[in-house]
Each structure stands twice: as C-alpha cells, then as structure tokens.
C-alpha cells in the first residue's frame, strides 16, 4: 500500500506531459494554417475584384450602346462628405465631366451591384477607401469636344477619326517611369516603349487601389501615380505585377477599354455607323 502514492504521482504527470504535447501539437498545426488560410483569402478579394471590374467594364460599354455616350465619373468630396453620391457628375448627362481623370464609378448610374450606402462600387476589401475608381478621356476627335462622353460625340466624331492613333487617350504602363510617366507618354516621334500597355489608347480605365487603399495607398512611385486627386490628373496609369516589397508595393488592379474594342463593341451593336 506504501508504492500506491508513487504509483499515482508517476501517472498523473505522465498524463501532463501528454497534454502538453498535445496542446503544443494543436498549436504548431494552427500557426502553420494561418499563413495559407490568409493567403487563400486574399486571393479570394483579388478574384472577386477583377470580377467586378469586368462586370463594370460590360455596364459601361452598355451605358454607351444604349445612350451614345460614357457616363461621366462620379466625384467624392475631399475628405468624403455624407452628401457625396454615386452618380455621374453632372448628373444631367451633358457630357461635360467636372472630374474625368479623378472619379469615381457611378454605381447608381450604370445599375451596378456592390455598392456601399452612398452607391459607389467597392471592391472586395468594401471599406469606404476601397470605391472603385473611374477615368475617361476627354479627347476632342475631330473637332468634338468631349467626344466619348458628349451625346453622340462619338457617332459625330466617325469611326475613322476615333481609330486614328494620332488622337491620344489615356495611357496605361508597366511603371509610372517618372512622375509624370513621360517614357510611356512619348508618342511623338514614336519611339520603342516596353513600359506602354495602352500608349494612348484607354478610352476609359477603371481600378482598384487594393488592400492597401487606406487614405495614400502604397507609398511606391507605381502606385502614388494611380492616386488621382485635384491636383494629380495626369492620365497616365500603372499596371503591373503586384509587389509586397517596401518602396515597390503595388497591388492596385487595373482594367481599361481600348479605342479599339471600344469601336468594335459599339459598331456591332449599331451605335457606330
């Protein structure tokens, strides 16, 4: 009877030491989940993104179909105001835009889902930092003022001239090259560019600022050059590889109609002669 003590004490911190184990068990597999659980729900937001956009990119080329026009982007106030509202600006559709490089998507507009309660398209990180922007030209082609946004400015304006490569739109590169992307933005003489994705030829771009939105964005040249504001309207936009790396983050997506599908989707279904 004198070993039962012994016996019992011998039992009971073998069975500690197990659950320990256990517990120590549980908490590596845990820790070792997390990694790919925040990663796979990231690239979740990032697929979800380019779906909306692609679904924005289809109301705009319908909006234009159906009204000989693109609507024009709406505005938010600086900072945002309460009364900031997601609707082409003016929402008189004269074609005239008050912000056509600095705006935002007009979800109410163009009958978008994924709005936020002011209606402007989020993307799939949904904060108020996280609207959907929205750019259009507003080239004058062949003596039209405005002639994507204006009612029938295209049709006026004639396919041959809205083709014409020496009528420049928006520009999207691989870098910003410079403040003011001006390697990207060189079309006269045309020289070779490996940074040009659409030198020139974006009628429209639309974007998210991504993860990092936040009020700046990344702190990357790349990126501080899709921050469009009052004071930044150059039309020139980076797309590029995102980057997780300080001082070259990028994680904005970006998505844009060219002159030419522009022309195209328009000529089929009748809006262009």
Known sequence: MSNLPQIRNRVSGFTLLELSVVVLV???????????????????????????????????IGFAIAHG????????STPPQSTDVGVEDPPTGTGVCNHPIDGYLPGITLGLTNLDSQGFMVDAWGLQQNRIRYSITNATVNTVVNAFTVPNGMRNAGIPALGNSANTYLYVCASSAGSTATACSTIVPPTPDPNALARGDAVFVIYSLGKNAATTGGTSPDEALNQKSTTNTTPVFVSRTA???????????????????????????????
Do not use: H, K, M
């Open 243 to 273: 980057s997780g790396q300080a001082a070259s983050e990028f994680d904005d997506l970006v998505s844009w109609g060219s002159r030419y599908g522009v022309i195209s989707q328009l000529s089929t279904a009748g809006q262009l002669p």
């Open 69 to 76: 026009r693109f609507p024009c982007p709406a505005t938010v």
């Open 26 to 60: 549980v908490t590596l597999l845990v820790g070792g989940l997390l990694i790919p659980l925040s990663t796979q729900v990231e690239q979740r937001n990032v697929s979800d993104t380019n779906l909306r956009l692609a679904q924005a990119r289809d109301a705009l």
